[in-house]
């Protein structure tokens, strides 16, 4: 298996853009999180996902931001408008047999905003 | 909420030494308490965890133990290795989705 998969692996965009952040969570794998990463703030779950239904996104930091998960291998995390202060690196993760089981991370997306 | 707080922020150990990191934990209701690594540049990796009804588990070098009564969990790794130069995160959950993250521990060992 691939792991995780995440794209694109960098951006730098201007403030005002929408930005998009894909994931492919493993396959089988029926929980997906996104995580942001900030030295600031360190590692902040923004959203949960289980069976492709949002479960919690009380952690999604205003209305510019908006995740959804289509189908069970693939979700994206947009952002609409961008502002300097989202820069950060955003992970997103998979856990198969139930939440509190291993969450494999994926190898992030380093989101600058200028 | 459950709040972690995790210390030391930075250890520095020479190589062969051991390193112990402490979190603690608010909510009596949590029992799981996993721990990643994350190598500079990397994502987190989960490298050991321990449920609410085992007090100690280890896994070769390292070893994490549980003290429900004070609501603290340490991990600990012996004979330490450059490799072993990474951040730490611990965590905590009531059994539900959601991890609580520690700030973090920036491992330092020295050959």
């Known amino acids: 298996d691939a792991g995780v998969i995440q794209s694109p692996r960098h951006e730098v965009t201007e403030m005002g853009q929408e930005v998009t952040l894909r994931c492919k969570p493993i396959?089988?794998?029926?929980?997906l999180f996104w995580y942001r990463q900030t030295m600031m703030r360190g590692l902040e779950l923004l959203i949960y996902f289980n069976n492709n239904v949002p479960i919690d996104d009380s952690g999604m930091p205003e209305d510019r931001f908006s995740a959804k998960m289509p189908n069970a291998s693939f979700s994206t995390l947009k952002i609409q408008p961008s502002e300097p202060r989202d820069s950060a690196v955003y992970f997103c993760?998979?856990?198969?047999?139930?939440?509190?089981?291993?969450?494999?991370f994926g190898p992030g997306t380093r989101l600058t905003v200028t | 909420g459950e709040n972690v707080e995790q210390h030391p922020s930075t250890l520095s150990v020479q190589e062969g030494d051991s390193a112990v990191i402490k979190c603690t934990y608010s909510?009596?209701?949590?029992?799981?308490f996993p721990w990643y690594k994350q190598e500079l540049g990397k994502r987190p990796q989960l490298i050991i965890d321990?449920?609410?009804?085992?007090g100690e588990k280890k896994d070769q070098r390292i070893a994490v133990t549980l003290n429900k009564t004070a609501k603290h969990f340490s991990l600990h790794i012996t004979e330490t290795q450059p490799e072993d130069s990474a951040v730490y995160f611990c965590?905590?959950?009531?059994?539900?989705?959601?991890?609580?993250f520690g700030a973090g521990t920036t491992v330092t060992v020295r050959a």
């Open positions: 909510d009596s209701a949590s029992n799981y």
């Open positions: 965590a905590a959950s009531k059994g539900d989705y959601k991890l609580s």
């Open positions: 993760a998979s856990s198969g047999q139930g939440p509190t089981y291993e969450q494999y």
């Open positions: 321990i449920r609410s009804n085992v």
């Open positions: 396959s089988g794998h029926n929980s």
